[in-house]
C-alpha cells in the first residue's frame, strides 16, 4: 500500500515536526491531511488550505493513531 501511496505524482509531502502525518493536495487550494498504517488510511482533518494548519499541533497528541496496530484482529 505504502508504494502506491507515496507516487510522486499525488505529490504527498511529510508534516514538519508531526511523526507519521502528511498532506496532500486535493484540487488546487484545498489539503487532505492523514495517517496510515498496514490496513487502512485515517483521514485527519480536509480543508482550505489558508485554515487546515490553524492548531496543527494538536495533531501531534495524536500519536496513538500512528503507533497502534491493529491488536483486536
Known amino acids: 500500500m505504502?508504494?502506491?501511496l507515496f507516487d510522486l505524482k499525488l505529490n504527498i509531502r511529510r508534516m514538519s515536526g508531526l511523526k507519521g502525518i502528511y498532506r496532500?493536495?486535493?484540487?488546487?487550494?484545498?489539503r487532505m491531511i492523514f495517517s496510515f498504517d498496514d490496513v487502512s488510511i485515517y483521514l485527519?482533518?480536509?480543508?482550505?488550505?489558508?485554515?487546515i494548519?490553524?492548531?496543527?499541533?494538536?495533531l501531534g497528541s495524536l500519536?496513538?493513531?500512528v503507533s497502534h496496530k491493529h491488536h483486536s484482529e
Open 2 to 4: 505504502a508504494e502506491d
Open 53 to 58: 494548519y490553524r492548531n496543527i499541533e494538536l
Open 24 to 30: 496532500v493536495v486535493v484540487l488546487k487550494n484545498y
Open 63 to 65: 500519536d496513538f493513531l
Open 44 to 51: 485527519l482533518r480536509i480543508g482550505h488550505r489558508n485554515k
